[in-house]
């Protein structure tokens, strides 16, 4: 329920209540805010760069101790670039086969917090040559010189202006085969913000043309298994981006050559697909995408003709890694930058867009079943914008088959479900779709009353009249509190604006409540903001034991 409304105008008026979150969702989705926001939030429980905010949940740095014991080490010696990566490995190429049957219940290690499963970023190739029999595609690294990456600090700025989430990263290295290691990382433009390894070693990060990421030791390598945890981040279009107006072409100078006889058989097939290298850039994404995802896992592989990539793509027969596959040489016939992404469990596909930099696209290809390991208390991460690009009913149904044998994976609750972005299938049956794998999780704009038994909460601002000018800090107080009227503390606080008769909310920060439920912040108020009336909305998300709380 809501009471007490009271407003107050100055330059700019707001207004402010109390609201109890009695079993209602009571607000809607409101996105993480880049990661130099909540510094203040983070300093108040004085354990900044120790900790990261997400989806109302305070996550601290991974540890040795706490490391899954059955999570396999990455080591120097390389994978043989067949069917899926060797835990720990890192293929240097990928060769096509013709498997093209539904595959086992798949392992995989998470090493990010939030949670990326399946999407732990360990292989990525960018080029494709022609392999020794003078006629099958195959995939490569372009450049494989590494670069040093610097560890940039976690106050440091971001390179530009696209917001950024922020990860929790672990992983085991073991040197005895090599000084040189893969590092899994989250999107190929990540940056690493902090570094710290268990035993202390000296290592650096460095990185290749293709986005793959490396720990090195200087000098002698440690000897026995390092822990490492950094500190990372992301650009939030990675994981899903409104799709730009552009040719299809746009960034084709960026493209590793390409054997003409190779570009001219994926040219061949792309205007099968009603699609040419004077296409628009969008609707080259679609169609690619679309044809892709209706791939089917098949025990009876295509017809053998000589030529597996023109096979495989004409049949839409196989699981991930040939979907990807496929995707890759068509798309970099077209003149599109993409690569071929793959861990022991999943591979996938990056694009780059003009001004928006790298997109993942996940094309689908199930399992029996996916194993996660290291995952199960793990918030996982959810994108803020809705998949851009086509879902066909094949692409649904694997997944849907995927979701119902997955173990390991921290299952969204109903409300979870409810406030991402669920694909228009899945809005009626959120319900049912709370047994899937979370990475499957996304919007519906739908509000449903809470089935698992959190406790209500409600937040009560100290200020009942509030002044502010353009330009300078609103300073607030509050509380929040359960039933009983205990406080409740580390809890995730967001403090919004919204003009009148609108329901379109600007962010202004967030913090964290302390000691009694108590919290306290001074957010900026942007100087060019219209003066008149406006409501001041603060919300929790509450987490898995309290429902979320509105006051506005």
Known sequence: MRVGLSVVTILAALTAAQAW?????????????????????????????????????VLTAPSAQDAPAEAPPMVATAGDGVLGDAPGQRSP?????????????????????????????????????????????????HDPRRRSVAIEGAEAEPPDTRPRDRFWGEAKLEFAGGRVLPLP???????????????????????????????????????????VAFLTDAPRSYFAAELPRARVDALARELPPLDDDVRARALAFAAELGISQRSDLAHALSALTAHFRAFEESAQPPPDSGDIYLDLVRAKKGVCRHRAYGFVVTAQALGIPARFVQNEAHSWVEVKLPRLGWMRVDLGGAAHGLSAHGAHDKPQYQAALPDPLPRPAAYEESYSLLGRNTSGLRKPSLEQLQGRWVAPAEQG?????AGKASFMAGPSAH?????????????????????????????????????????????????????????????????????????QGRFGVPPDLAAGDYRLVVVTPGNDRYLPALAE
Do not use: C, W
Request: glycine share 10%.
């Open 185 to 227: 990382s989250v999107s190929p433009e990540s940056r690493i913000l902090s570094l710290r390894s268990e035993p202390e070693s000296d290592l650096t990060i460095e990185r290749d043309a293709a986005g793959n990421f490396f720990a090195v030791a200087r000098g002698e390598p440690p000897a026995g298994e390092v822990f």
């Open 21 to 57: 979150a009695d079993g209602e969702v009571l607000h809607e989705f409101v996105p993480d805010v880049d990661p130099n926001e909540p510094v203040a939030a983070l300093a108040e429980l004085g354990a900044a760069p120790d900790v990261i905010l997400y989806d109302g949940e």
């Open 93 to 141: 190429s990928f060769r096509p086969d013709r498997l093209t049957e539904l595959e086992g219940t798949l392992q995989y290690y998470a090493a990010f917090t939030p949670s990326i499963a399946p999407f732990k970023r360990v292989t990525s190739l960018d080029a494709v040559r022609l392999d020794a029999d003078g006629r099958t595609p195959v995939l490569g690294i």
């Open 447 to 519: 509000g449903a009353r809470d089935t698992s038994g959190r406790a209500p909460l409600a937040i009560a601002l100290r200020e009942r009249r509030l002044q502010v000018q353009r330009g300078s800090e609103l300073e607030l107080h509050g509380r929040v509190q359960d039933g009983a009227g205990a406080g409740v503390s580390g809890l995730r606080i967001e403090v919004s604006l919204a003009a009148e008769q609108r329901r379109e909310r600007m962010l202004l920060g967030v913090t964290v409540s302390g000691v009694g439920g108590e919290f």
């Open 429 to 433: 049956a959120a319900a049912q779709a």
